[in-house]
């Protein structure tokens, strides 16, 4: 799997601020660092919901490795690449690390460990799934599309970036619902598309974890799990929102983010 960045939804106002939703594709051991950008709504895939053997297919198959191979030295970033047959020697070492964590796991599961846990082990060959939803970006292209970021995180930033320079947003005056169908927007109630969209941006994807096509029903039984949950599951409820004057709501500006409307009780 390459690093990806596919456009979900991309809405502006008539005022101008843009809204957009990015569902990426990375590796997973920048997540910790990404997630630091705190004017991003998302949501990711977890590896304590994927079962081992999945999981052991998936990084045996179609591990991620490192797209730099840089030269170790003072400091944080690594100006220089390995060698060509350094580079080899790393990526079997790389390999090699990798097939020993399948092993450790494979005996855990056997064990009867819980896949929460068995997972874990497998994440430095992990890719994840995550949706994005924001309307700044500035900071993060200041920070990320830059020599000194980590080459992965490099590499995502300029797939978000160039993503959202080649996709035109739609003028929106009513909401910002992503993973909703142009169907499903004719042929259910507001209250309904918002539902949908929460659940699905829950589970990162418009189709269902086995790869089916979703079920309105059961996307609405999932949203009453997230928002009726003591305590909510907030974070699928912040990808959603309709412009407003050009105020801050949560963390986007120029729309009002659904979690402030699930918080105040508003209905739709």
């Not at 596919?6 to 997973?28: A, C, M, N, P, Y």
């Not at 100006?79 to 790389?94: F, G, I, M």
């Not at 418009?206 to 996307?219: E, F, I, M, R």
Request: with cysteine; net charge neutral; proline share 5%.
């Amino acid at each position: 799997m390459p690093i990806k960045a596919t456009i979900v939804e991309d809405s502006v106002s008539k005022l101008g601020h843009r809204l957009t939703t990015i569902q990426l594709q990375f590796h997973r051991f920048i997540l910790s660092e990404f997630n630091t950008h705190r004017m991003f709504s998302r949501n990711a895939s977890s590896s304590r919901a994927i079962p081992v053997a999945k999981m052991i297919a998936q990084v045996v198959n179609d591990p991620a490795i490192p797209v730099s191979w840089g030269k170790n030295q003072k400091g944080m970033q690594a100006n220089e690449e390995l060698s060509d047959e350094q580079k080899t020697e790393a990526l079997r070492l790389w390999l090699e690390a990798r097939d020993n964590a399948v092993k450790s796991a494979s005996l855990l599961g056997d064990v009867g460990l819980h896949k929460q846990i068995t997972n874990r082990l497998l994440e430095p060959w992990m890719w994840t799934h995550v949706v994005l939803t924001s309307t700044e970006w500035d900071n993060f292209f200041a920070q990320r599309c830059h020599k000194d970021a980590m080459p992965e995180m490099q590499a995502l930033a300029y797939a978000i970036r160039e993503a959202m320079e080649k996709n035109t947003p739609c003028f929106m005056h009513g909401w910002h619902l992503p993973y909703v169908q142009p169907n499903e927007r004719r042929e259910l109630d507001l209250n309904t598309q918002i539902k949908c969209s929460v659940a699905r941006c829950a589970r990162v994807s418009y189709l269902n974890h086995d790869g089916t096509s979703p079920d309105v029903a059961k996307d609405m039984e999932l949203y009453e799990r997230l928002v009726g949950s003591e305590p909510m599951h907030a974070s699928p409820v912040e990808h959603q929102g309709y412009p407003n004057n050009g105020i801050w709501s949560g963390n986007f500006f120029g729309w009002e983010q659904f979690r402030k409307s699930v918080e105040r009780g508003l209905e739709f």
